[in-house]
Nanobody, 126 residues
Framework: QVQLVESGGGLVQAGGSLRLSCEAS????????MGWFRQAPGKEREFVAA????????IYADSVKGRFIISRDNAKNTVYLQMNILKPEDTAFYYC???????????????????WGQGTQVTVSS
């Protein structure tokens, strides 16, 4: 069982930046690919970014590519999402997720992830 706790959300003006953190329990953090997803009111959960176990490989949704950066610090059991040049359409509840398959690759599909955090709210004002 893996527990994930997100932090760093809040209210920011358009054009500003925020950094989200997701801290995982246990000693097997480096065995899991990690992802970030978001969900806005009235919309389905949407892929944002994902990162491989070593951190060497990352993927991004087209909507955030060039603005967001996903990274991880395995020594701290933490994955980060640096969000720059934020837009009102980035407003959503953000979730981190862990992929339990030790051979799995970072994925855009929510069904590939086995553990989810409780989420943190990000609100971008215009």
């Amino acid at each position: 069982q893996v527990q994930l706790v997100e932090s760093g959300g809040g209210l920011v003006q358009a054009g500003g930046s925020l950094r989200l953190s997701c801290e995982a329990s246990g000693r097997a953090f480096s065995s899991y690919a990690m992802g970030w997803f978001r969900q806005a009111p009235g919309k389905e959960r949407e892929f944002v970014a994902a990162i491989s176990r070593s951190g060497a490989y990352t993927i991004y949704a087209d909507s955030v590519k060039g603005r967001f950066i996903i990274s991880r610090d395995n020594a701290k059991n933490t994955v980060y999402l640096q969000m720059n040049i934020l837009k009102p359409e980035d407003t959503a509840f953000y979730y981190c997720a862990a992929e339990a398959d030790p051979f799995g690759m970072p994925s855009m599909q929510p069904k590939q992830y086995n553990y989810w955090g409780q989420g943190t709210q990000v609100t971008v004002s215009s």
